[in-house]
């Protein structure tokens, strides 16, 4: 009997943790849209300059470590490609493999990912020690409304860093893969080039950014709410700036995932 | 005295974390002008009335009337257009680390008002100087000494020159001259401005300086209200202890202490369903 219950109360428990996180996070999204999109309207303006310096931290400064992975990613898969494809004498599909990767698929996970640990963590560290410290409490008594304050500027700033990001990311991926093609592989750069144009479609442009759109709400949100969690002191920022990449991670591959099966029959 | 004299009045307010209840049916008058203290020994619920007056937290039941009108009744707008006239020091001064001391002091001249870049300057260098920080305009909130940080929260509380002010705690953690310097500071900014200042604190030399007239709390209810001398000759036996600063039995201490925090514990459990792993991931 007892081990009945147990059952049960686990599986309850589970199921009414994981809806009031819902509940919560829902309560996040609506607010969040309410400050950027409908508050504006009313006189009630966007931080630009904080949007701004935000802009340059997650998309700026995160571009050289996101270029450098992206393009040995692209040589690696160039050459992982080449050691299968050269046993079929197919080596000139390399070109057709490592450009349709990784613009449906390497550039915008890669990207999302490489941006969680920079920046999503980032923002679950910064909400949380200001939570810490009882600075959320003071813009609330001062009357500024922390989603206005922190999370619109940080919001708006990830939904035009990220897919600018992984459009960027592409490029330097197809190039990686160029590079080592063309110069270890031994093929005609012309060639390669020609492949890649003629393999890639605008279906695989929109597939990709689409997908990394829904990678920055992931990584905004996750990190937000994450750090308004925290609890404690450091010890519990720490935790949930842990969380936060690991749960970040966790909805983006769960989200790829969803659009990658969408697009496929689409 | 009529109801226009008191500037905020709290009605049987109950407040609750989870099931445990934290303050119990506490009604208060707190006059215009004047400098109200609330005392009590640690975890007797002071901070958190405190966080209730500032609508940290809603009250599980009961008023309170800031000016005759119902704050907890009020919609999320009105309820920001009265923050804007009242103003909170915390413990930890909780100035905003990521900008400059001129910039915290600043910034809700910035983010409630349409005033001149110049103006806002000038108005912050008042307030600055005022509580004597003039000079340390571009220093980080990390810069600056605990007793300094206290200054500065209180510049910026004072910002938007607001009607009422509430302090939590302002000598915690300074040493004597410093918190002397706090309590000259609160003194000094209720005779300048006529404010009306709402003092949590369990300080009895600061109680002495700056109150008016004080409440005393015990495990979440009132024990007695009046002038400080009033209080100090209240024949309430918590009044006597406290004022008179004898022990409590530590025997009775010890097991009162391991219940509250059983009780705690599962107050939390109760009022968070949501803790660890609460969404996938992990």
């Not at chain 2, 619920?45 to 119902?70: C, H, Q, W, Y």
Request: net charge neutral; glycine share 10%.
């Amino acid at each position: 009997m007892s081990m009945v219950t147990a059952v049960f109360g686990w599986t309850g428990r589970i199921s009414l943790n994981g809806l009031y996180a819902a509940c919560r996070v829902c309560l996040l999204v609506v607010s969040t849209f309410d400050w950027i999109l409908v508050r504006p309207l009313r006189g009630q303006g966007l931080r630009v300059r904080s949007t701004l310096l935000h802009l340059v931290e997650f998309g700026a400064h995160s571009f050289p470590v996101v270029g450098l992975v992206c393009f040995l990613v692209g040589a690696i898969m160039a050459m992982q490609a080449s050691y299968q494809l050269s046993r079929f004498g197919a080596q000139q599909f390399i070109a057709d493999l490592v450009s349709v990767a990784a613009m449906r698929e390497l550039a915008p996970l890669m990207t999302a990912v490489l941006v969680t640990g920079r920046c999503g963590s980032a923002i679950a560290a910064e909400i949380g020690s200001m939570k810490v410290a009882e600075e959320i409490d003071a813009l609330e008594v001062m009357g500024i409304h922390p989603i206005r304050f922190l999370v619109a500027p940080k919001f708006l700033a990830m939904l035009i860093s990220v897919p600018a990001l992984t459009m960027l990311a592409t490029f330097v991926m197809i190039g990686g893969g160029y590079l080592l093609a063309t110069a270890v592989v031994g093929i005609e750069p012309g060639l390669y080039l020609e492949r890649t144009a003629n393999a890639l479609q605008m279906k695989d442009f929109s597939t990709g950014l689409v997908k990394s759109v829904f990678f920055a709400l992931v990584i905004c949100w996750v990190g937000v709410y994450r750090g308004f969690q925290v609890e404690g002191g450091a010890e519990g920022v720490g935790r949930m700036t842990t969380s936060s990449v690991v749960t970040s991670i966790f909805w983006i591959v769960v989200v790829d995932m969803m659009f990658t099966v969408f697009f496929y029959f689409l | 005295m009529t109801n226009n004299d008191y500037i905020i009045q709290v009605r049987g307010l109950v407040a609750k974390y989870g099931e445990t209840t934290v303050l119990e049916d506490i009604n208060l008058d707190i006059r215009r002008g004047e400098t109200f203290v609330i005392l009590g020994g640690s975890g007797c619920g002071k901070s958190t009335l405190l966080r209730n007056l500032v609508g940290l937290m809603r009250p599980a039941a009961g008023a309170i009337l800031f000016n005759g009108e119902d704050f907890t009744a009020m919609s999320e707008d009105q309820r920001t257009a009265v923050r804007k006239r009242m103003g909170m020091c915390f413990q930890g001064a909780a100035l905003l680390n990521s900008m400059s001391l001129y910039d915290n002091v600043a910034l809700p001249l910035r983010e409630h008002t349409k005033l001149k870049e110049s103006t806002i300057e000038i108005m912050t260098r008042i307030k600055l100087d005022l509580v004597g920080l003039a000079g340390y305009e571009d220093y980080q909130p990390s810069e600056l000494s605990g007793g300094m940080k206290k200054r500065a929260g209180i510049a910026r509380a004072m910002a938007m020159d607001p009607e009422m002010i509430f302090y939590d705690e302002p000598s915690a953690g300074l040493d004597p001259i410093v918190a002397a310097g706090v309590d000259m500071l609160i003194r000094k900014m209720q005779n300048t401005f006529n404010l009306t200042s709402v003092v949590v604190t369990h300080e009895l030399a600061s109680v002495e300086l700056i109150a008016d007239r004080a409440c005393l709390l015990k495990a979440g209810r009132i024990v007695a209200v009046g002038a400080v001398a009033e209080l100090k000759a209240h024949s309430h036996p918590f009044a006597r202890q406290f004022f008179g600063r004898q022990p409590e039995d530590e025997s009775a201490r010890s097991e009162e202490f391991v219940r509250s925090l059983m009780q705690g514990e599962q107050a939390a459990h109760r009022a968070r369903p949501a803790g660890r792993g609460d969404t996938t991931g992990e």
